[in-house]
């Protein structure tokens, strides 16, 4: 039986984060990727341990660096 996600206020946020700065495919392949930062878990994964700071400060880092490149490019 799969393990039922309990959405908080910090869940939310990080998903309207990823709605603010990623299209969909990204926000999925961002939620999907095992991270070396998160001890080679998913966000997804470290979300439904409630781990949710982690994968919040891993997420405004990362739109950081995706706000950087967007600069560079243009």
Known sequence: ???????SAAH???????????NSYESVT???????????????????????ARVFSLLNADIKLIKLKKKKRS
């Open 30 to 52: 961002w939620l999907g990727t095992p991270r070396k930062e998160l001890d080679d878990k998913t966000p997804y994964e470290m979300m439904k341990r409630t781990n949710v």
């Open 12 to 22: 939310i946020q990080i998903m309207e984060v990823l709605a603010k700065h990623m």
């Open 1 to 7: 039986m799969p393990m039922k996600l309990k959405i």
